[in-house]
């Protein structure tokens, strides 16, 4: 037994054929590419695409600025540092310089005054 809305196989074929036309009037009554207000639209997407190109390059730059301020920071950061080691080394190696000549000083004064007492002591035995 047949139902009223079972489709046999022309049916079907009728309705796949009136889709496909209204398809291709849709397609057909599509704006063209020479129609004014269709050139409108595509001029307005190209200065939108343009803006949009011009805010990422500013953007990229900036970034890049940043960047480059950074690494200078870091650069000048890094020569203090440097510059500051250095001067405690120096600083250092300024107090050591200056205990080894106090040593030498004090070792000679230690020294004259044990000659000096050898001396003394030869002069009472002769």
């Known amino acids: 037994m ?3 809305s079972d489709n046999g196989f022309a049916e079907r074929r009728n309705s796949a054929a009136e889709a496909k036309k209204q398809l291709l009037t849709k397609f057909a009554s ?3 590419s020479t129609d004014p207000a269709m050139r409108e639209r595509l001029a307005a997407r190209e200065a939108i695409a343009a803006a949009r190109q011009v805010r990422r390059a500013d953007r990229e730059a900036s970034k890049k600025a940043e960047h ?3 690494l200078m920071e870091a650069a000048a950061l890094a020569a203090a540092a440097k510059a500051n080691e250095r001067a405690e080394a120096e600083a250092r190696q ?5 205990q080894m ?3 030498v ?3 000679a ?3 004259a005054e044990r000659d000096r007492r050898y001396a003394a002591r030869k002069a ?3």
């Open 2 to 4: 047949r139902h009223k």
């Open 30 to 32: 599509a704006p063209k």
């Open 68 to 70: 480059e301020r950074v």
């Open 94 to 98: 300024a107090v050591i310089n200056d």
């Open 101 to 103: 000549s106090r040593d």
């Open 105 to 107: 000083v004090d070792e």
């Open 109 to 111: 004064a230690r020294k």
């Open 124 to 126: 009472r035995r002769a």
